[in-house]
């Protein structure tokens, strides 16, 4: 009997805030590597962006895993795994990937003897990690100097993609497109999203600021901790970071009581 | 404009919701939202009312079912909540009536809160003897106090209002009734299809200041068919619909290729009616 490889996808970004969307890009993923008969989906990480990656109004990293932490509450399989956003400084993607790879190798149960004969619940090949993603990451492997090809390569070929599809992009050109990509497209997998959804963390944290409601959009648990929290209200959607920093930063005001409806 | 200048409003979705999905669930919140911020209203509940069985669409499940599941989404919402009423019934309701029935419901409610009536009036009637009450008693009321009994809106997407336009499915007077009477939230990733559907009727153009388009910018395709077709397949529908709603269809095991049959073959009740009156378009 043919034994699947066993697979646990990776997630990259911001995460600012999470959203349903992001949630379901691996229950969509999931189902289709299952699909193919060759996978067995193990486990999920979410790896939010460290702050020093500068992004306009990212809120601080410390919020935003404790955001994922909460919409993950009720997942038996995702997780959200802190190390990248506590690092000193940004890290390159191919070395997040690098370092969970590592980390599930040493998590693995150790063979003992020549002798051991394949236990039954034992994986019977080593676990791949596979960068899990939006067809709108796979479209900026083409922006200039914003990806080392190096980095492109190893991620395409020692890791592999697995890219959930988005109104608007077009995947098979974006790998069709870029030689590197096309070499390995056999380790790029595009899982379709069989139910349309343009939802993202700009539209919603442009709702939050004007008051809007976002419930349905992202986790109840969530919400709560937005409003708790005071984020993404009008006065703090353009500022960055919400800790201070020296760089001439401005700090992190706290705003009037947001008029989010429930 | 104070609270007290407002008119209070309900917002009612009729539908399968077979099975309700977090679509359905944006739609009160996008009209909510619309509504309140125009200043002139102010929603104070949100109804679901899930249409009966013998509606007789395919793939339809029992009233029963879609009814918990609809209770059950809407377990930690404040505002909106379920009603039986329309799925309890033998026969399948005109959605107009639906309409009436809540809002009479909403009529007989507010004579209530202002002094305890032992009597319920006819509308007509009521509006006579609250206005009456309120110069007897003005201190016992809500304060501030509303504009007026609160009124029904019928809240949908783009589809339910270009169904106006399928022949025999709604009868003249129903759409007259429902636009002219009640008023429409309709929720669309489409406004400029809508607005023409609207300009090309004179119902509903003679009507248009209570047709209240909503643009919705996150298009939002989670279509309880798409659900359907996705659950019968093995695929997840996790974030699509609450936790709560996935949980229970799996328990029951209630969707499948033997749940999507049901009622094959069988003409929907509004076509079952007599055609005698109806037009094959909205115009009036």
């Not at chain 1, 009997?1 to 999931?30: D, Q, W, Y």
């Not at chain 1, 693995?108 to 080593?126: F, M």
């Not at chain 1, 676990?127 to 067809?135: D, N, Q, R, S, V």
Request: net charge positive; charged share 25%.
């Amino acid at each position: 009997m043919k034994s699947r490889i066993p697979v646990v996808l990776l997630a990259c970004g911001s995460f600012n805030p999470i959203t349903n969307m992001h949630l379901r890009l691996f229950e969509v993923a999931r189902d289709h590597l299952h699909q193919t008969g060759m996978y067995q989906v193990i486990g999920g990480i979410i790896s939010p962006v460290n702050d020093h990656y500068r992004k306009q109004g990212l809120v601080a990293a410390h919020h935003r895993v404790a955001m994922a932490r909460l919409a993950l509450q009720t997942s038996d399989w995702v997780r959200v795994d802190p190390w990248e956003s506590e690092q000193l400084q940004w890290t390159e993607t191919v070395k997040v990937l690098r370092h969970h790879h590592s980390e599930l190798l040493r998590s693995l149960p150790r063979r003992e003897g020549p002798d051991h004969s394949r236990a039954r619940t034992a994986p019977t090949a080593v676990p791949e990690l596979k960068l899990l993603c939006g067809a709108d990451v796979l479209k900026t492997f083409q922006t200039p100097n914003l990806w080392k090809d190096a980095h492109i390569q190893e991620i395409v070929e020692k890791f592999g993609v697995v890219c959930v599809s988005r109104t608007g992009h077009n995947p098979k050109e974006y790998i069709s497109g870029s030689p590197i990509l096309h070499r390995y497209r056999h380790n790029i997998h595009l899982a379709r999203e069989p139910v349309q959804n343009e939802l993202s963390s700009t539209y919603v944290r442009q709702a939050l600021s004007q008051g809007h409601s976002v419930k349905y959009l992202l986790p109840d648990a969530v919400i709560t901790y937005i409003r708790d929290h005071n984020l993404y209200t009008r006065d703090s959607s353009w500022k960055g970071s919400s800790t201070q920093r020296s760089e001439g930063k401005t700090g992190w005001e706290e705003s009037a009581s947001p008029q989010n409806s429930s | 404009m104070d609270n007290s200048e407002k008119t209070e409003v309900v917002l009612l979705a009729c539908g399968s919701f077979n099975p309700i999905t977090n679509m359905h669930l944006r739609l009160f919140e996008l009209a909510k939202d619309y509504l309140n911020g125009t200043g002139k209203y102010r929603v104070i509940k949100g109804i679901i009312s899930p249409v009966g069985d013998a509606y007789k669409k395919k793939g339809l499940i029992s009233a029963h079912h879609r009814v918990i599941m609809a209770e059950l989404a809407t377990k930690n919402s404040e505002w909106v909540e379920v009603d039986t009423w329309e799925s309890l019934q033998k026969e399948w309701v005109e959605t107009a009536k639906v309409l009436r029935h809540h809002q009479e419901k909403l009529e007989a409610g507010s004579c209530d809160h202002q002094q305890d009536a032992p009597m319920q009036a006819r509308p007509g009637q009521k509006r006579k003897w609250a206005e009456q009450r309120q110069d007897i008693s003005p201190k016992k009321l809500l304060e501030p106090k509303p504009k007026d009994v609160p009124k029904i809106k019928l809240l949908c997407g783009a589809d339910l209002l270009e169904s106006f336009a399928v022949p025999n499915l709604w009868k003249s007077e129903d759409i007259t009734q429902i636009v002219g009477d009640y008023g429409l939230i309709c929720i669309t990733r489409a406004g400029n299809d809508a607005q023409k559907f609207i300009y090309e009727s004179d119902t509903l153009w003679k009507h248009r200041n209570n047709i209240h388009l909503v643009n919705e910018w996150v298009t939002n395709d989670i279509s309880s068919t798409k659900i359907r077709r996705a659950l019968r397949r093995g695929q997840s529908v996790r974030y699509l619909v609450p936790d709560l709603v996935r949980e229970y269809i799996e328990k029951h095991d209630l969707y499948s290729y033997e749940s999507e049959e049901k009622n094959a073959g069988v003409i929907l009740a509004p076509l079952q009616r007599k055609p005698a009156d109806t037009h094959s378009n909205c115009t009036a």
